[in-house]
């Protein structure tokens, strides 16, 4: 079945440091992919849209400064916290849409990120 | 607005246990509803949906039926076995592939 590889699947980092997040759909082509995250205990909530060759598309309340997409290539996504704080520590995951319509999608394992 | 809350975990069941795990929906409209399985350390995967009121999804033994009348789609399986031991999260699509999700509930299955 199709696979979504998101890496890394761990990172933890000094604040003040950037972390970049990859996402690649490693047999389909993805002309949107979605990031989100999750924090302790709540829901898992939609961070932005992405779709290759175009701005992302970030939902309320998310700074697009301090979380850089970029979605370069239609197997690959990638979100960059820059300036990381501890308040960003979370679980990043991403999902990509292979356009087969039928709310199919793909999702990534996911991404741990911790802030000192 | 749209929102989804689901039980919170962790859920430990005995193998050949049943299973429920709830989850009640906010949202204008009749969206879809979902349930998404996380294995350790794979991704997201769909488990089963339902697209109108009154569908049953099913699948691998789990199933859900979706309830206008009192906005829920709780999940049940007959006898949980140690494979089933996964993240379980509850989603109502919002428009094109984004969806709204629960916060997971995390099942423990011991033999």
């Known amino acids: 079945g199709a696979v979504v590889s998101q890496h890394p699947s761990r990172v933890i980092c000094k604040s003040g440091t950037s972390v970049k997040i990859e996402c690649r759909s490693l047999?389909?082509?993805?002309?949107?992919m979605f990031w989100y995250r999750q924090f302790p205990k709540k829901s898992l909530m939609l961070m932005a849209t992405?779709?290759?060759?175009?701005?992302?598309?970030?939902e309320q309340g998310v700074e697009k400064d301090k979380f850089l997409i970029n979605h370069a290539s239609l197997t690959l996504s990638t979100l960059t916290v820059t300036s990381a704080h501890p308040e960003d520590s979370s679980f990043y995951i991403c999902?990509?849409?292979?356009?087969?319509?039928?709310?199919?999608?793909?999702f990534g394992s996911g991404t741990q990120l911790s802030v000192l | 607005g749209n929102s989804v809350t689901q039980m919170e975990g962790p859920v430990t069941l005995s193998e050949e246990a049943f299973l429920t795990i709830n989850c009640t929906y906010t949202?204008?409209?009749?969206?879809?509803l979902f349930w998404y399985v996380q294995y350790p350390g794979e991704g997201l995967q769909l488990l089963l949906k339902?697209?109108?009121?009154?569908d049953k999804g099913s699948n691998k033994g789990f199933e859900a039926t979706y309830r206008k009348e009192t906005t829920s789609f709780h999940l049940e399986k007959g006898s949980v076995q140690v494979s089933d031991s996964a993240v379980y999260f509850c989603?109502?699509?919002?428009?094109?592939?984004?969806?709204?999700f629960g916060t997971g509930t995390s099942l423990t299955v011991i033999p």
């Open positions: 999902s990509a849409d292979p356009g087969q319509g039928d709310e199919k999608l793909f």
């Open positions: 047999d389909f082509q993805a002309t949107t």
């Open positions: 992405s779709n290759e060759g175009s701005k992302a598309t970030y």
């Open positions: 949202a204008t409209g009749y969206p879809s």
């Open positions: 339902a697209t109108k009121a009154d």
């Open positions: 989603a109502l699509r919002r428009t094109g592939n984004q969806f709204y």
